[in-house]
């Protein structure tokens, strides 16, 4: 089974602080995705990245980073804590070709405060 | 541009009714479409897919066709269980850089009573 493993699954931060979030798969998935799920709105895309350094930004990249130094790991950076991050952070990776490039396998999410 | 909206809910039913969950999207060219759950205190799960027109996805006892001429992916079950309560996700990907991209809808909460 595909596994995708967040670091934390709550997380508490104070608001100007640098806070990481990250993201471990162990299926050797080419694509990588971060997320934030917010009450109404859906899941909405931050970042993604199709392979080790590369990225892209997603509909919603402004205030964060991301790093994918190795393939199987990403991590999802909060440059400066605010409040309006205060959210649901999802990762998700999948493959990149094949029946199933279509599909993507979720972390169980990281619940961040930021206050 | 590409979206997926779906039904507001929460939807409560009595365990053993009928789930209908609506779903409808626009998208340019052929997109894949998917429904995604999401249990308490977990992250999304694929339940079914449907990558071209008239294809039937199916799992669990859920179903959903893809109809491309009324551009819906309708979520179904005969008989729901209080098991089924989740969030319920539809999604479509759609060609992009590096390969496609995901757009899902808003989620449909569904509460089954026993």
């Known amino acids: 089974d595909v596994k995708v493993t967040q670091s934390s699954r709550y997380l508490v931060k104070r608001t100007g602080e640098k806070v990481f979030l990250e993201c471990v798969q162990d299926?050797?998935?080419?694509?990588m995705f971060w997320y934030r799920q917010d009450p109404g709105l859906g899941l909405r895309l931050i970042y993604f990245?199709?392979?080790?350094?590369?990225?892209e930004k997603g509909d919603i990249p402004e205030g964060y980073s991301v790093s994918r130094e190795k393939k199987e790991r990403f991590s999802l950076i909060l440059e400066s804590a605010s409040t309006n991050q205060t959210s649901m952070y999802l990762c998700?990776?999948?493959?990149?070709?094949?029946?199933?490039?279509?599909?993507?396998?979720f972390g169980a999410g990281t619940r961040l405060s930021v206050l | 541009g590409d979206s997926v909206t779906q039904m507001e809910g929460p939807v409560t039913l009595s365990e053993e009714a009928f789930l209908t969950i609506n779903c409808t999207y626009t998208?340019?060219?052929?997109?894949?479409l998917f429904w995604y759950v999401q249990y308490p205190g977990e992250g999304l799960q694929l339940l079914l897919k449907?990558?071209?027109?008239?294809d039937k996805g199916s799992n669990k006892g859920f179903e959903a066709t893809y109809r491309k001429e009324t551009t819906s992916f309708h979520l179904e079950k005969g008989s729901v269980q209080v098991s089924d309560s989740a969030v319920y996700f539809c999604?479509?990907?759609?060609?992009?850089?590096?390969?496609?991209?995901?757009?899902f809808g808003a989620g449909t909460r569904l509460f089954v009573k026993a």
């Open positions: 998700a990776s999948s493959l990149s070709s094949g029946e199933e490039r279509n599909i993507q396998y």
């Open positions: 998208a340019t060219g052929y997109p894949s």
């Open positions: 449907a990558t071209k027109a008239d």
């Open positions: 999604a479509l990907t759609v060609p992009n850089t590096g390969g496609f991209k995901t757009i």
């Open positions: 299926m050797d998935h080419e694509n």
């Open positions: 990245s199709y392979d080790v350094k590369m990225k």
